[in-house]
């Protein structure tokens, strides 16, 4: 989908951020608009055809993921991006249940979220086809040890490297090693796309 056929939509409580980021768009060739907190794009979110959101995951009228969980309750099909300064594991996971297409933590290049927001676009034209991967993330599944197994359902789950280590009994840096072995043989790049293929082989309801 071209820039010109969705408008990206900022929602977030500071204004030096949600102002340097629509300039950027801007200058890159997009159509951006704010929008100064959850409650006040809610009232205008029912006339967007075409848009993308890019939202903060802590503001103090309603948090990003409370937002996109709000706009699938309305049945607003939007693909959401969340933005925060706070990149732990719950935070990043529970924005991926709510519904996030992305979890960007700040400060970020403008090359990392002008790609996240093309992969969100391309989504509202013609949404992504999990199922064609599935049998692949399977196959990576298949590749991981029963330990490293479980160091992904937790990290799914939204647990930090402390509570997983308590759990199974393990020692932190020995949970960050699986951590780091389970991303290499599920061939993620990041946090968000290892929840997302977890959570199309099911895992999330684990």
């Known amino acids: 989908m071209r820039t010109a056929d969705y408008t990206v939509h900022i929602v977030d409580d500071e204004e030096v951020v949600r102002k340097s980021l629509a300039f950027m768009l801007t200058m890159n060739g997009f159509a951006a608009r704010i929008h100064e ?47 925060s300064g706070h990149g732990d594991i719950p935070l990043a996971v529970e924005a991926m249940r709510a519904g996030a297409v992305d979890f960007i933590e700040k400060p970020f290049a403008d090359t990392v979220i002008i790609d996240a927001i093309r992969r969100a676009a391309s ?46 009994q393990i020692s932190p840096r020995t949970v960050e090693v699986h951590r780091a072995n389970v991303m290499a043989k599920m061939k993620a790049n990041s946090l968000p796309q290892l929840v997302r293929m977890a959570l199309a082989a099911g895992l999330g309801g684990l």
């Open 123 to 168: 989504m509202l034209e013609e949404p992504p086809a999990v199922s064609t991967n599935l049998a692949d993330v399977e196959s990576c599944l298949a590749s991981l040890s029963d330990r490293e197994r479980q160091v992904l359902t937790a990290v799914v789950a939204g647990h930090p490297n402390k509570v997983i280590a308590h759990n199974l």
């Open 37 to 83: 907190t959850a409650s006040a794009f809610l009232q205008f979110a029912p006339s967007i055809r075409h848009g993308v959101l890019v939202t903060d995951l802590r503001m103090p009228d309603m948090s990003g993921v409370d937002l996109i969980a709000t706009l699938r309750t309305m049945k607003i099909r939007m693909n959401a991006i969340v933005i």
